[in-house]
């Protein structure tokens, strides 16, 4: 561990007094009101997604906002998305990219991702997004075997939790120093912090923020927005 670097492990009493507010309704609204810009095609986006089976998976628009800001603070060129569903935030992520940019995303189900194609085709960038229909540690392998370590900007995980560990893994991989990958439900609606909740896909996000939270390669963040979403940079 670096001389620097002192991991708080919370005993005790936690001091709350400046702990993130809880968001009522009518503060949630006032943010939203106060801060949302979303595009009409992403806004369209949302409420076909709100029509369909699922579609509490969809990001909330703050967050595709912040994933959008944070792409251009990057100066993100290259990304990656594991777990596209509708496309929501694949497309706030395409938005955000120079007109060069390019976001390889994975995904098993077509059914979804046909809704995705047609919106990032609505949306002009559909050049600028690749989609890969297959499990995504084999698409993510493919691109650590044909030389692409080391080679991307940005990544987003979003897809099934138990394979969060992997993905975590070789999303590191494929990132330059610098880099950045986003996790999203690191919080699990509270579940993590349910010692009573043995759930697979509990136990798997736990896993992986007690793995993280020692990991020495990245410096991190885990932030409360949506259901949690921890941020990782590569060193
Ligand atoms: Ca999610």
């Known amino acids: 561990m670096s001389a620097s670097c002192v991991f708080i492990l ?32 992403l806004q369209a986006l949302r409420e076909k997604t709100a029509e369909l089976p699922l579609a509490v998976m969809q990001v909330s628009p703050e967050q595709g906002q912040f994933m959008a800001l944070l792409v251009r603070l990057l100066g993100a060129r290259r990304c990656l998305e594991v777990g596209v569903f509708t496309g929501y935030s694949a497309l706030a992520v395409a938005l955000a990219l120079p007109k060069d940019g390019r976001l390889v995303g994975c ?69 330059r120093p610098g880099g950045l990958v986003a996790i999203d439900n690191v919080l699990w609606g509270g579940a993590v912090a349910d010692a009573s909740n043995n759930e697979a896909d509990t136990v798997a996000i736990r896993e992986l923020n007690d793995f993280i939270a020692t990991d020495e390669r990245v410096d991190i963040s885990m932030v409360p927005i949506g259901d949690g979403l921890t941020l990782a940079r590569k060193r």
């Open 107 to 175: 995904d098993i189900e077509a059914g979804y991702t046909d809704v995705a194609q047609r919106y990032w085709r609505k949306a002009g960038v559909e050049d600028k997004i690749t989609l890969h229909l297959a499990p995504a540690v084999d698409t993510l392998q493919a691109l650590i075997d044909a030389g692409e370590s080391d080679s991307y900007d940005f990544a987003f995980i979003d897809a099934d939790k138990t394979s969060y560990r992997r993905y975590y893994e070789q999303c590191l991989t494929l990132l």
């Open 10 to 41: 919370p005993t005790g009493s936690i001091d709350m007094s400046n702990k993130t507010l809880n968001l009522d309704a009518d503060l949630y609204r006032y943010l939203q009101l106060a801060s949302l810009r979303e595009p009409e095609v």
